[in-house]
């Protein structure tokens, strides 16, 4: 008898009683701080933020806009607003055709969601809320970018609806965030995540298996340390490299190897062993199908990846 993954999906039917899902939505005018300038230039080394969401219209960041983040003014906000219920309206209604989902969390998944004015960051969740059968909102961000306030209206909001703040954790090890231009180290990671779980939010961290100069024991620590930090949620991912990214460059000069898929799931069942059982678990592959990817062309067809996972997590006991 194979033991049952707590999956994400298994979270939220039990919780409100129907299938969920998340609504990706990707707001113009939102930037990161890694790319702005604001922290660093050029952002993590792997990021081509159009690779997160390749269904998705292109939607550029409209450059400086934020960097005043104390600025009351927002002259595109209405713009933004219309665009929020245009994305959730198209993508939520192809959801309940395609898997018969009910209700959903709005998912604020690329750029950095909390880097913006509170009145704005305001004035998009609580619209999202406003959505037919939404349940609640899952918030992409940095762990250097959120300030108390947006914690404390958060933790308001948590009140009546259902919140998750979604970290990048990617790995605890300073020399490897550093290789990457993560632009923050691993003690802003750990300070965000416990104060999340002071201010009574839920808590969802990203991990990435394979990143530069990692060996087994480095990713495993990783994950052990995002299991002690009190995350209720992970995802893990394989790393990818993708056109027009810093990354690529290096790959192109022999700098960085990608991990093989052996590996990955090697490290993968071995952290899934380790997690305890409470902790819920919303993606264990990651990867491109057009010709933005570059390599490893084990991350291109999601559909055998899923296969292999499936064969590797049955050799030790587990069922996703
Ligand atoms: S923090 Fe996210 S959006 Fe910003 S540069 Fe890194 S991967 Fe890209």
Known sequence: MREQIFTYGQYLSEKFGCKVSKVPVSISGFTCPNIDGSVAKGGCTFC?????????????????????????????????????EWQFTALSQKLSKDNGTQKYLVYFQSFTNTYAPLSTLKALYEKALTFENVVGLSIGTRSDSISEEAFEYLAELAKRTEV???????????????????????????????????????????????????????????????YELGVDSLKYHPLYVVKRTALANEYGRGEFNPIGEELYLEVLTEALKLKPAHISVQRLSAGVD????????????????????????KSVGLKY
């Not at 390749?54 to 595109?76: A, H, I, Q, R, T």
């Not at 057009?290 to 064969?311: E, G």
């Open 164 to 226: 998750w703040i979604e970290f990048g954790i990617q790995s605890i090890f300073d020399e490897t965030l550093e290789r990457v231009n993560r632009g923050h180290d691993s003690q802003s990671v750990k300070n965000a995540i416990v104060k999340a779980k002071e201010y009574g939010l839920n808590v969802c961290g990203h991990l990435i298996f394979g990143l530069p100069g990692e060996d087994k024991k480095m990713m495993l620590e990783t994950a052990k340390a995002a």
């Open 290 to 313: 057009d010709d933005s990817l570059i390599a490893p062309q084990w991350c291109r067809d999601k559909n055998s990846q899923i296969r292999a996972i499936n064969n590797a997590l």
């Open 48 to 84: 081509e933020n159009d690779s997160f969401s390749p269904s998705l219209d292109k939607v550029k960041p409209l450059k400086g806009f934020f960097l005043n983040l104390d600025s009351l003014e927002n002259p595109y906000l209405d713009k933004q607003l219309q665009q929020l």
